[in-house]
């Protein structure tokens, strides 16, 4: 039984859910998000409120049954308030900016590397700061991994992309004797 799948998910005010042939299309007022569902989970919207309830007894249905839930719950926030990733770029050179719709980093290499901004993401970039917002938590999640995976912050002198609340541990580097 899960937890998560068994309460009424709240619709907050200004927010719109409609269900229609498993597909759950969430309007609020900074946009639209859309996601297709499996038949194996009825999604139902009753009282203000969205219900989520398994349609058999199967482990794999169990399964989806609370991940369904906490997927309509992020996209009910996401269109009220937008995700944001904050991630760090360190190093002597190391550096970001936005150009039209791409991100372009130089950190170490010797090419700057450019990354092609997904559609309904924004990304700011200053000094060595960037910033990745969205009302779409997967996608936003997933560009900020894509970034930070460009160049890994390593443990001896801490350089690369890092996330802002991520602590790199730190390695003692070889000593003269």
């Known amino acids: 039984m899960s937890r998560i799948g068994k309460r009424p ?4 005010a200004k927010t719109e859910v409609t269900v229609d042939n498993h597909t759950v299309v969430v309007r609020g007022p900074l946009g639209e998000t859309r996601r297709s569902f499996t038949d194996e989970v009825s999604i139902e919207v009753e009282n203000g409120a969205v219900l989520v309830t398994p349609r058999r007894n199967a482990k794999r249905t169990r399964a989806l049954w609370g991940t369904y839930a906490a997927h309509i719950k992020n996209m009910l926030k996401g269109v009220n308030t937008p995700y944001a990733k904050d991630l760090i770029v360190e190093g002597v050179g190391y550096r970001a ?15 700057p590397v450019p990354m092609l901004i997904p559609e309904g ?4 970039a200053e000094k060595n700061a960037i910033r990745v917002s969205g009302i779409d938590k997967e996608a936003v999640g997933q560009f900020a991994a894509d970034v930070r995976a460009v160049k890994k912050p390593e443990p001896y002198k801490g350089k690369g992309i890092r996330y802002a609340d991520e602590v790199i541990r730190r390695k003692v580097g070889k000593k003269a004797a």
């Open 9 to 12: 998910i709240p619709i907050p």
């Open 97 to 111: 900016e936005v150009k039209g719709k791409s991100l372009v980093l130089q950190v170490g290499f010797s090419h």
């Open 121 to 124: 993401i924004s990304v700011n």
